[in-house]
């Protein structure tokens, strides 16, 4: 491939492989790296917190639970979210709705995962504190085109 501007199709086979390849392990290097960094964010954290598992099994499974179901929770708490915001004329109430909604959806979600497994016990207030960080950082890497319009709108009123 000299030529930048080389269609994929016009490769021959080996190059196209070799391209294929590449790719996937990108993309498998880069998943691999946010999941770590996911697993040892927690990890770190209920370390910190004092939150006891008795295995990283048990912790892995947990993360698991966590991921599918807070994903579920998620797409229920954003349609929520947009209802409530479309019938809100003030702005603050436009970035708070649905920051308290999802902050409540995870702590359900953390919750229930909590006290459906026996083999993790995360005591309440850490749940508190677990799921304002996640609030938090869901808020922080929001679209940022979103954000910074409801952001110059609060400062205008």
């Given amino acids: 491939m000299n030529n930048s501007s080389e269609k994929?199709?016009?490769?021959?086979?080996?190059?196209?492989?070799?391209?294929i390849l590449s790719?996937?392990?990108?993309?498998i290097f880069?998943?691999?790296l946010?999941?770590?960094?996911?697993?040892?964010?927690?990890?770190?954290?209920?370390?910190?917190?004092?939150v006891q598992y008795d295995s990283v099994s048990a912790l892995?499974?947990?993360l698991v639970n966590y991921v599918i179901i807070s994903?579920?929770?998620?797409?229920?708490?954003?349609?929520i979210s947009l209802i409530i915001v479309s019938y809100l004329k003030s702005n603050s109430g436009k970035i708070l709705i649905p920051f308290i909604l999802d902050t409540f959806a995870n702590w359900i979600i953390l919750h229930f995962i909590d006290e459906a497994m026996?083999?993790?016990?995360?005591?309440?207030?850490?749940?508190i504190i677990t799921v304002l960080l996640l609030a938090c950082a869901d808020f922080a890497f929001d679209?940022?085109?979103?954000?910074?319009?409801l952001l110059n709108s609060l400062r205008r009123d």
């Fill in 8 to 19: 994929f199709s016009n490769l021959s086979l080996s190059e196209k492989i070799i391209v």
């Fill in 23 to 27: 790719i996937t392990f990108l993309i």
């Fill in 30 to 32: 880069s998943l691999s």
């Fill in 34 to 50: 946010l999941l770590a960094l996911f697993f040892f964010g927690f990890t770190g954290l209920f370390q910190l917190l004092g």
């Fill in 60 to 62: 892995i499974l947990f």
């Fill in 71 to 79: 994903i579920i929770g998620e797409f229920f708490s954003k349609i």
């Fill in 118 to 127: 026996n083999s993790i016990t995360i005591p309440t207030w850490v749940e």
């Fill in 143 to 149: 679209d940022r085109k979103k954000k910074n319009k």
